[in-house]
């Protein structure tokens, strides 16, 4: 069955990046150590890492993560979604307008310009056209920003959140929950290494 799973990184304080986040500046300053446990030769890491994109038949992210990504010094073959584990799955943007022009144009970009619910909607149909062609289960990944991954979960549209607690306080930046309705949460796993604390949820 295809699932909707929002999977973010974020700080023991609550921020997603560091401040001053942008194009060329995606985590923010003083922001790397959060994503310390993607590039961990640990382990479990590695095992939580592939076992995400290895389910990855859609990616949903924010236009502001797109624009930090397809940014020169952004991703690359060498680092991006799954560079090195999985093959490339579609892109569905949630934006009010399509860019002018695209970097990585070697990737499956979607542009979904009526809202997150339809581009939800799309990257769910594209993930089950790809678990049937498979054979396999695929699930629609909602990587980013802070600000959708809140919205997802909020607006129920997310069946699982996985948190990547990184031991790291940040004092400022992006924060992840701001003002956030009341939501229960089931918690299913916890994983804990030197680098995070991988904590997943069903959100009910």
């Known amino acids: 069955m295809t699932r909707v799973v929002a999977d973010i990184t974020v700080s023991l304080d609550g921020f997603v990046t560091g401040p001053d986040s942008g194009p060329g500046n995606g985590l923010g300053t003083g922001g790397e150590p959060l994503h310390r ?14 076992a995400a994109t290895a389910r990855s038949g859609a990616v949903v992210m924010g236009r502001r993560l797109f624009d930090v990504i397809d940014a020169p ?5 060498e680092l ?21 022009h695209v970097r990585l144009t070697g990737l499956d970009w979607t542009f979904a310009t009526t ?4 581009a939800i909607a799309l990257a769910r149909h594209s993930a089950e056209a790809q678990s049937a062609a498979k054979g396999a289960d695929l699930d629609v990944v909602v990587m980013g920003g802070g ?4 919205s997802v979960v909020a607006s129920g549209l ?13 004092g400022a930046g992006t924060p992840l929950f701001v003002n956030a309705p009341r939501r229960t949460l089931t918690q299913r796993e916890v ?3 030197s680098n995070a604390t991988h904590l997943t949820y069903d959100v009910d």
């Open 158 to 170: 997310a069946d699982t959140l996985i948190l990547h607690l990184s031991p790291i306080i940040l």
């Open 73 to 77: 010094g952004g991703w690359s073959d």
């Open 115 to 118: 809202g997150l619910a339809d």
């Open 37 to 50: 446990w993607v590039f961990s030769d640990d382990p479990d890491d590695q095992r939580i890492l592939e």
């Open 191 to 193: 994983v804990v290494t």
């Open 80 to 100: 991006g979604y799954g560079a090195t584990e999985v093959g490339k799955p579609p892109f569905f943007v949630v934006t009010s307008a399509a860019p002018e």
């Open 147 to 150: 600000a959708l991954v809140a």
